[in-house]
């Protein structure tokens, strides 16, 4: 649960400064939005975390963020370990001021995540790694920061949750680079207004149908290259095995009856 506090800790700030959002802050919100997800993001991951725009309407009680991004870990070629282009978040503003913040939608999309194999290892694998380290002996201040700014017990709830335009940036050593679409995902009552989740716990059931879905998307592929390429090996090895049976005489002749259909 520890691998997913970046979404999490992501979650909490917004709606956090939304909550605190007095008019002191209204001019300068999304800069202090912007600042506190990149700031904050990289002493998870261990990476840099880029978010370009931050656009919030604390009257609407609404958030949207454009191309939000996760970089790798050092040792592989891909730029990002995943990436969002649009993420709007509608909050529902009467939850501001109780213990748990509803969020009536959550929409991402343009999402790309980069599964890249290099030797034994992954970049995800990696990256997982170094958000473990990072976070695995408890609350960072960080964390501890961002949760007094958006009160002791503050929980969260999203009512829908929508993954759209969705693909895996699929990078191998043996079979190449491919670039797979993957369905819409959508999720529904993550937490509710009586039982919210953690930080946490919400960006784990953010993350997990994004990466299941990833995971099936990249194994099903690997599962079809895998097949042709034991199919073409045991064809060249029939054909080896014909060719070294054959005498000189006969592969002549074999030769000429393939001329005769144009082979």
């Known amino acids: 649960m520890k691998a997913f ?52 309407a604390l009257k609407d009680a609404r958030a949207q963020f454009k191309g939000f991004s996760v970089a790798n870990p050092a040792g592989f070629t891909t730029d990002n370990a995943f990436s969002f282009e649009d993420i709007v978040f509608d909050i529902d503003p009467s939850s501001l001021q109780t213990d748990v913040i509803v969020i009536d939608e959550m929409r991402i999309s343009g999402v790309s995540i980069t599964a890249e194999q290099k030797g034994l290892d992954s970049n995800l694998q990696a990256l997982l790694r170094q958000i473990n380290e ?12 961002a949760e007094e700014s958006a009160g002791k017990e503050i929980k969260l709830a999203i009512k829908k949750l929508v993954f759209s335009d969705n693909k895996v940036n699929l990078v191998t050593e043996k079979y190449g680079d491919y ?22 716990q919400m960006g784990k059931a953010i993350v997990d149908p994004l990466i299941k879905q990833a995971k099936k998307t990249a194994e099903k592929r690997l599962k079809k290259l895998a097949e042709e390429n034991i199919k073409d090996k045991a064809e060249a090895k029939m054909q080896e095995k014909l060719d070294s049976a054959l005498d000189d005489d006969a592969k002549e002749k074999l030769d000429k009856v393939k001329g005769l259909f144009g082979k």
């Open 5 to 56: 506090k970046v979404i999490g800790i992501l979650l909490l700030i917004i709606v956090g400064l939304l909550a605190a959002g007095g008019y002191y802050l209204y001019s300068n919100l999304n800069s202090l939005v912007k600042e506190g997800v990149e700031t904050v993001g990289p002493q998870v991951t261990g990476t840099n975390v880029n978010l370009n725009s931050v656009d919030i």
């Open 179 to 200: 670039v797979l679409e993957m369905p819409i995902i959508e999720s529904v009552n993550l937490g509710s207004a009586s039982n919210g989740l953690t930080p946490a």
């Open 134 to 145: 990072n976070v695995g002996g408890g609350s960072t201040q960080q964390e501890q920061a």
